[in-house]
């Protein structure tokens, strides 16, 4: 176990050490347009990356927000079991994602893909869908990035095949992103609703 242990640690580190800072700041100015143009921010992914994309939009909805300051308008696609099994059973697990966005997608709205694999086929539906209707997409992806890389118009990268990785790093930047906006939420003004913030503020 000790040796186990370690090898986890050393191919972590290792790991978010090659995640760039500019891919971090770029997914900040994303979701920050978002938010001062009042877009929904739609987050979405499989199996540990549904539990990320719950835990996402927990985050950004209430941990980021401040009294007096307009809120994200945030939801995760992943936490409403009735709906994706009637979709599952009655379509395909495919759509599940993909019809949900069919009811509720604006143009200039952000989707964000969690994904290890950067392959997952109703992410990958839910993207094309999102681009025909003029969104914007975002991926967190892992393994070689896959299909949802090139359909994102800003994305993460996890340089690992190992999806316990992948998936600690990805909430490792959700925290990161939805603490840093907790921080400069704190500094808008209430008689300046629509302030926009910038990383170097």
């Given at each position: 176990?000790k ?20 891919d ?16 929904k921010i ?22 980021a927000?401040?009294e ?16 994706i ?8 697990y ?16 952000l ?7 950067g ?20 991926g ?26 992948v998936?600690?790093?990805?909430l ?5 992103l ?9 500094e ?5 609703p629509?302030?926009i ?5």
């Amino acid at each position: 176990m000790k040796d186990f242990f370690h090898k986890y640690k050393q191919e972590l580190i290792e790991s978010i050490n090659k995640i760039s800072q500019k891919d971090i700041e770029q997914f900040f100015q994303i979701m920050l347009d978002s938010y001062n143009k009042n877009k929904k921010i739609i987050i979405i992914g499989n199996g540990g990356s549904a539990a990320t994309a719950s835990h996402f939009s927990c985050d950004l909805g209430k941990g980021a927000s401040v009294e007096g300051v307009r809120r994200f308008r945030v939801i995760s696609l992943t936490d409403n079991i009735p709906l994706i099994t009637a979709i599952s059973n009655d379509i395909s697990y495919d759509e599940v994602f993909k019809y949900q966005l069919e009811n509720i997608l604006e143009e200039d709205d952000l989707v964000i893909g969690i994904s290890a694999s950067g392959n997952s086929e109703n992410i990958v539906k839910a993207f094309e869908y999102a681009k025909s209707k003029s969104a914007k997409t975002f991926g967190l992806v892992g393994f070689s990035g896959g299909k949802i890389k090139d359909l994102s118009d800003g994305y993460i990268h996890v340089q690992s095949f190992n999806y316990g990785i992948v998936e600690d790093i990805h909430l490792i930047i959700e925290h990161v992103l939805t603490q840093y906006f907790k921080k400069y939420m704190g500094e808008i003004s209430i008689n300046k609703p629509n302030k926009i913030l910038g990383l170097g503020d």
